[in-house]
């Protein structure tokens, strides 16, 4: 298989693109350097796109090295022939090759396998030959009845003869991509269940639905439910079709034997291939399904780590509780811990004066300017706490709700230890929620992204492709934002390209031993960190404290030479960086002068816009273009909601059904996939993202269920009043 070719057909790319990706990947680039830093090879792929080539290559390859095993075992049998080498060579697909290998793979013992030890093989031959010529079955049997054998009688002798050709009716290729296309288009999943209108699975007690229509969460739905034994799951589909089918294959009517043949194939198609196709079936939904969850997973976490970060604000974090009391957590805004406490505002105590109190002075004390609540236990009662309480002061501080999804999780963690040996498991979370409001994606590295909540089914996932997907997503949010070299932890320092988990604690551990880095080039003093990994993550760190201002920017150490030649034709200096001239001077820059000065510089016209932009903005994080947080200074409750109301609130999770809005009622309300928009969207990621400030109208409330449906809809009295 020419793969260049292959690929660039597949993904509608030059193939010089295709080529040249490959061979980066091959070199041990790392996607996110590809990505940045490669764009002239690559024609400007994005990292996305990248990861999916990388990923298809890799199957691909997998695919080829299959062949050539099977290729080569077949051969060893002196089976190979030259129309199964060009079919298993021309097979797109594992499946394929698999089905052209089954009559040559070594079996378990079987049916078929011992009427063949029997020596019946050769009465299953000249039976399945069907000629017309031919004697009838109990005669062409008569010769192969031996006691000695195992073979009593004709009846014996016919038996093992049925089983051979039923197996070789179900080893066929052909015949098996014909009956698995059929099933996967007309085929029917049908689901049985204990009548019971309390449980998760009531809606599949009896269910149908076609495979080819079937969505990804009801596969993953009626998967777990079998799995728990709440339900009995069937593949139905018309079999008088499929017969049909292989009488036209293997059946020629009007010969003597025809009538035993066609019975020995239904044996087959009933006892070996459907069973057969059924799992594989019902396996293909589960693993499309899991694709899918694992995709909205990814732009979910994709779209959570990129939030934009509350600023240059002392947060105050509270961990809420019932018994053990609200824990809470003052930080600076750099994240630095300055001050911890434990209020009992909620029951049983309710003490909310001396609660007040103490939140006061450590509002007044260090200047607090946003309070971040977790979602937990209690979270509601300490939500009202919170906006009694900004009623009674006279500083402006507003508060947000934020997920603590994994918060338990990094808190006990032996990573939470060392970095916070002096506090006790539930003050590292307090301090883990404040940081989530200010640095969301500094502080959601830490967390195993399964357990940070923004998927569906995410631990039915196969782990090693979930893992993989997500650990892409993290490390290209990473690299796309940058990472501070002197004050990243150990778990951000993880995820930069290049920077394996002992290379970054070997960097914390030499900032700890010489102080903190003053240039980029000190990296290459790290310990293990050679030519290679410089080359991969140094653009992606910046060093505040570098006199090199382009050490503070995403140019990359083999472009500064460039760049700076680029300051001095446009007759500035990096200074210029500072005073903030660079973005008038730019531009000032017009298109048609680009051609002239990447020839004048070296480079190409991808970088030099890449510098252009680094320059006028030194330092720039993408998430600052984003809408801010929506930061809240009052509450609602269940209660206040009445259908029709008006509410602002933020996108929490994304799933294949609708999304989940937080309105700041400890609830979150579900937007189903029917009430997002007007126009048609295959799936609700169409339309809006997790973070999004989104308009909402109530559709109704169920207290007992604690259900709240939403619109994003404008209904017709609100029209009305327009």
Request: proline share 5%.
């Amino acid at each position: 298989m020419n793969m260049t070719a292959h690929l660039a057909d597949e993904f509608h790319l030059r193939p010089q693109q295709v080529q040249n990706t490959i061979d980066l990947i091959d070199q041990g680039n790392t996607i996110p350097f590809i990505a940045r830093y490669r764009k002239e090879m690559t024609g400007s792929l994005d990292d996305q796109l990248l990861r999916e080539l990388s990923e298809r290559l890799e199957y691909l390859r997998g695919l080829e090295k299959r062949k050539e095993e099977v290729l080569s075992s077949i051969e060893s049998q002196d089976k190979l022939d030259e129309a199964l080498s060009q079919a298993i060579s021309a097979a797109a697909t594992l499946a394929e090759v698999e089905d052209l290998y089954r009559p040559f793979r070594p079996k378990r013992r079987t049916r078929a396998s011992v009427a063949r030890e029997k020596g019946l093989e050769p009465l299953a031959q000249a039976i399945f030959a069907q000629e017309k010529d031919s004697p009838a079955p109990d005669v062409l049997a008569i010769p192969f009845v031996d006691p000695e054998k195992g073979v009593e009688t004709i009846e014996d002798a016919l038996a093992g003869a049925a089983d051979i050709i039923a197996e070789t009716v179900s080893d066929s290729a052909a015949l098996r991509k014909t009956l698995r296309n059929f099933l996967l288009m007309h085929g029917l999943i049908r689901t049985e269940g204990k009548a019971d209108v309390d449980s998760v699975y009531a809606m599949y007690h009896d269910y149908s639905e076609p495979v080819a229509k079937i969505a990804p969460h009801r596969v993953l739905a009626i998967d777990r439910g079998e799995r728990e034994g709440a339900l009995k799951v069937t593949l139905e589909a018309d079999l008088d079709r499929c017969r049909k089918t292989i009488v036209r294959d293997f059946v020629r009517e009007n010969t003597p034997c025809a009538d035993f043949v066609r019975d020995a194939a239904f044996d087959g198609f009933s006892r070996l291939i459907f069973p057969s196709l059924e799992r594989e079936v019902r396996a293909a939904l589960t693993e499309k399904a899991a694709e899918q969850a694992i995709r909205v997973f990814g732009v979910n976490l994709q779209q959570l780590l990129m939030q934009p970060p509350v600023k240059n604000a002392v947060t105050l974090g509270l961990d809420p509780a019932y018994r053990t009391g609200c824990k809470l957590a003052v930080v600076d805004a750099a994240g630095k811990v300055l001050d911890t406490a434990v209020i009992y505002p909620t029951p049983p105590q309710n003490k909310v004066g001396p609660a007040k109190e103490k939140c006061k002075q450590l509002i007044e004390t260090y200047g607090v300017g946003a309070i971040a609540i977790g979602n937990g236990t209690a979270s509601h009662e300490s939500e009202v706490f919170v906006a009694e309480l900004l009623k009674e002061i006279p500083q402006k501080v507003s508060y947000m709700v934020v997920s603590e999804a994994g918060a338990s999780v990094y808190s006990a963690s032996r990573l939470a230890a060392e970095e916070f040996p002096q506090y006790d498991v539930s003050l590292r979370s307090a301090v883990s929620i404040a940081r989530r409001l200010q640095d969301p994606l500094a502080e959601l590295v830490k967390i195993d992204p399964k357990a940070i909540g923004v998927g569906q089914y995410q631990h039915d996932m196969p782990r090693a492709r979930l893992d993989e997907t997500l650990a892409g997503v993290v490390e290209d949010c990473v690299n796309t934002v940058g990472v501070d070299l002197n004050s990243a932890s150990f778990s951000l320092l993880s995820h930069v390209a290049g920077i394996s988990a002992a290379v970054a604690k070997n960097i914390v551990a030499w900032r700890e031993e010489n102080g903190l880095f003053s240039s980029r080039k000190q990296l290459q003093k790290v310990n293990k960190l050679g030519k290679k990994a410089y080359e991969q993550c140094a653009g992606f760190l910046r060093v505040p404290e570098s006199d090199e201002l382009l050490d503070h920017t995403a140019v990359h150490p083999e472009s500064y030479e460039a760049a700076k030649n680029l300051l001095a034709l446009c007759g500035c200096t990096a200074q210029d960086m500072q005073t903030g001239r660079m973005p008038s001077i730019i531009k000032e820059i017009e298109d048609a002068r680009l051609p002239k000065l990447v020839e004048e510089l070296g480079i190409g016209l991808p970088t030099l816009r890449d510098i252009l932009s680094e320059l006028a903005k030194p330092g720039r994080d993408p998430r600052d273009e984003l809408p801010a947080p929506l930061l809240r200074t009052d509450i609602l409750s269940m209660e206040d909601l009445k259908e029709g109301m008006e509410l602002r609130g933020t996108v929490r999770n994304v799933i294949d059904f609708g999304a989940f809005v937080d309105i700041g009622v400890h609830q979150d309300g579900l937007v189903h996939i029917s009430q997002i928009c007007d126009r048609f969207i295959r799936h609700p990621s169409e339309a809006v993202k997790v973070g999004d400030i989104v308009t909402v109208w109530v559709l109704g409330v169920d207290p007992a269920k604690k259900r709240i449906s939403l619109t994003m809809k404008k209904p017709a009295a609100a029209k009305k009043k327009e």
